[in-house]
């Protein structure tokens, strides 16, 4: 890819995306990253990305434009911008809770507008995103999708499962970090230190996911493998879900959901 690419946001998210491409080897000086607090970025300047607090020239300046501000700002955002957005832009938005349709009436022009939903482990290019848009050609789709592959895996799905995706994909690394800071804790009350108490929780939940993809079974499938009648493994699923660990975990994704849709 040779378009040049404008980060409006380099807060943990954009940073986050910057990290991925440029770990794609992503040329850094055809990379603009913006921010208010400057000096929080100078570890992508020192690598040859531009930083900038200027986010009309970065648009002015780049082809593929990434809106990574917090929700509450992208409206002045986009209205500082959009005298600079023409249709020649690709423009995707990674906010959440902000339809296409409300970012195309914020704008003088009416570029191509894409939605993405990646999460935080674009840093480490294990990001799983999700996107969308209603006007977007074939080329287009298929920028956006390299753009977000370098970051992990991409999906496209309908702009109204686009809230659903937050959930799922960017509050579910949450939700799963909780889950192994439990399974350490769990470690350390039976016996290990901390530190390897994290090594095997960390590379044991790795594995179990590594099972879903490469083998494409459903979870219970795997999980049969492992109990045994009478076991241990057994005995300690059936107390998690004596205490509602599947219910716990199933409403906490739906107050999630349910917060967004409200906001």
């Known amino acids: 890819m040779n378009q040049k690419i404008a980060i409006i946001g380099g807060g943990n998210l954009g940073q986050a995306i910057a990290s991925g491409l440029m770990s794609e080897d992503y040329i850094a000086s055809d990379l603009t990253i913006t921010r208010h607090k400057i000096e929080l970025l100078f570890d992508f300047k020192n690598r040859g990305v531009k930083v900038t607090t200027n986010n009309c020239e970065a648009v002015q ?6 809106i990574a501000v917090k929700p509450y700002k992208i409206q002045s955002v986009l ?5 600079y957005i023409t249709k020649e832009h690709l423009l995707i938005s990674v906010v959440s809770d902000f339809t296409i349709e409300s970012i195309a009436s914020e704008l ?15 840093s480490v290019n294990e990001s799983m995103t999700c996107i969308a848009s209603h006007n977007a050609s074939e080329e287009n789709i298929k920028t ?3 753009i977000f592959n ?21 509050c579910g690394i949450a939700y799963v970090l909780r889950f192994i800071r ?11 230190d901390a530190k390897t108490a994290t090594q095997i929780a960390t590379q044991t939940v790795k594995g179990a996911s590594e099972l879903l993809l490469q083998k ?7 999980i049969d493998k492992v109990t045994t009648p009478k076991g241990c493994t057994i005995a300690g699923l ?3 879900e004596h205490q509602g660990f599947s219910s716990a975990l199933i409403r906490g994704i739906k107050t999630s959901y349910d917060n967004i849709a409200d906001d």
């Open 61 to 66: 300046t780049s082809q593929i434009i990434i």
């Open 79 to 83: 209205k500082e911008v959009s005298p």
């Open 108 to 122: 003088q022009s009416t570029p191509v507008i894409f939605r993405a939903m990646p999460n935080t482990a674009s």
């Open 144 to 146: 956006v999708t390299s």
């Open 150 to 170: 370098a970051l992990g895996k991409t999906i496209s799905i309908d702009e109204q499962l686009m809230d659903a995706a937050t959930v799922l994909g960017a």
């Open 182 to 192: 439990g399974m350490i804790q769990g470690g350390i009350e039976i016996g290990f």
């Open 216 to 222: 494409g079974n459903h979870p219970e499938a795997e």
């Open 238 to 240: 059936n107390e998690m």
